[in-house]
């Protein structure tokens, strides 16, 4: 009865184009086995419920609300928010888990739906199988009674809460970051961030030019926050001699940088930047995926502390950290998380760090990646292999006879004396293998790849 195979089913949730695979009824199924799930794992009724600002996300969200409702959750409305926004609010409400309507950096044809587990980070590999394993076959979960169905409230508080936990972090300088008197652009894609950026930023003393504030989900701009789709931005803050320029995706977990001269930044640079402060403040290890720039590597080292790389996916880097006591960590793509708020990626907290940097040292955002360095990264997609993988990882193990290998997600060989890894790792959602090299020149990281393509068997 349900045809999933135009859906995107993987540890990250469940995506889909509208009305061409997702359609109310899918969303409906999971959203009553995701409540079914939680409810049954934590004995607790209450589930969170966020949604980013696409047009499809109402209709969604009154699928997913009454599918709760159906097997006795209690929802908890937050509306439009940002998804870091949802993952506090669960934990604020204690609450059983939280789902959020988004499709994060896809293209506005997109929605998905994010699944958090109780403790406000995302439900892991074996969590989300053990939920799909509910819809196995055409099963569906069971419904409750007349008696038993759950209910509904909205809750307006989430995004000052929200606000008010970016305030109280122990090593905020909130007066310095006002004194300095920031200009700032912004860049919210017409996503949810406009519903928290200007307030903080206000907060902080800065006055901010805003573009694609309103959170209607009509993304004028390709949503991804790389340079490419940043042109208007980098127009905006030459226009207004902004200090900085910030844009966001959808959901506002991840934050790209554009500096004072209206160039964007490399969106490895945000998790650079913001680690380069909390370590200005705090000495403790810091955790990253294994695809992420070693700009990492140098951050760690220049600060004296360990750094610990995880499996790909926000999850694998939040658990990661809990089990290391990082006090910093996240990914490449600009996601950053800072345990003392919570564990998950998230935009605005990426934002204030990165505003306190530029106060604390008096330097322009351009002087601040200047010295951190630079390398070339070189990414590549392949046809997945018919052959095992793993036969394949031991031949370019051998072969290529590295000096760092991590066979945790997929395979990554490192040679830390030369400053260049790569990385391979079958997609979770297509029948590909991505590559992904990093190097001093784009020569090297070039190179690398083609090694690794050539000894992929057919
Ligand atoms: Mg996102």
């Not at 004995?43 to 609300?65: E, H």
């Not at 590999?125 to 509910?134: D, F, G, N, R, S």
């Not at 300088?173 to 200009?183: C, K, N, P, V």
């Not at 040292?361 to 002087?367: H, K």
């Amino acid at each position: 009865m349900f045809d999933t195979s135009r859906l995107m089913i993987s540890v990250s949730g469940l995506r889909g184009r509208v009305g061409d695979g997702l359609t109310p009824e899918v969303v409906s199924r999971y959203a009553a086995a995701f409540g079914a799930y939680v409810r049954n794992e934590t004995g607790k009724l209450t589930v969170v419920l966020g949604r980013d600002s696409r047009v499809s996300g109402p209709m969604f969200a009154r699928a997913a609300t009454a599918a709760l409702e159906s097997v006795g959750c209690e929802v908890v409305d937050v509306g439009i928010a940002p998804t870091p926004t949802v993952q506090l609010a669960v934990e604020d409400a204690e609450a059983a888990g939280g789902l959020v309507v988004t499709a994060s950096h896809n293209p506005v044809e997109w929605n998905a739906l994010k699944f958090i587990g109780p403790t406000g980070t995302f439900l892991d590999a074996k969590e989300t199988a053990a939920m799909h394993a509910l819809l196995e076959g055409d099963r569906d979960v069971a419904r409750v009674q007349w008696k038993e169905i759950g209910s509904y409230r909205q809750d307006e508080g989430a995004i000052d809460r929200h606000l008010e936990r970016i305030l109280r972090i122990p090593f905020l300088d909130r007066e310095g970051i006002r004194r300095a008197g920031f200009t700032v652009a912004l860049d919210c894609v017409r996503g949810a961030g406009g519903t928290i950026f200007p307030q903080l930023l206000e907060d902080l003393g800065c006055t901010v030019h805003g573009i694609n504030m309103e959170p209607d989900g009509l993304f004028p701009r390709a949503p991804e926050p790389v340079k490419a789709n940043l042109a208007e931005l980098e127009a905006l803050v030459r226009e207004k001699g902004a200090d900085i320029g910030l844009a966001t995706d959808p959901d506002s977990d991840r934050l790209v940088l554009v500096d004072e001269k209206g160039e964007a930044v490399g969106e490895d640079y945000t998790l650079a930047l913001a680690a380069t402060l909390v370590l200005r403040h705090r000495q403790g290890p810091v955790v990253t995926n294994l695809s992420t720039s070693r700009l990492m590597d140098d951050v760690a080292e220049r600060a004296g502390v360990p750094l610990m790389r995880s499996a790909v996916g926000e999850i694998n880097v939040a658990r990661r950290m809990q089990a290391e006591n990082a006090i910093v960590g996240g990914e490449g793509n600009g996601g950053v998380i800072l345990p003392d708020v919570h564990l998950g990626r998230d935009a605005p907290v990426g934002a204030v760090l990165v505003l306190q940097l530029m106060a604390e040292t008096r330097l322009p955002i351009s002087r601040l990646v200047e010295s951190l360095g630079s390398y070339a990264i070189v990414k590549e997609k392949v046809d997945r292999p018919q052959g095992s993988l793993d036969e394949a990882y031991a031949l370019l193990e051998s072969e290529l006879d590295a000096p760092g290998v991590d066979r945790q997600d997929g395979l990554r060989l490192e040679w830390p004396e030369e400053k260049r890894w790569v990385h391979l790792r079958p997609s979770g959602t297509e029948p590909i293998v991505r590559i992904i090299a990093e190097a001093a020149t784009r020569e090297e990281a070039k190179s690398l790849v083609e090694r690794i393509r050539a000894a992929l068997p057919a």
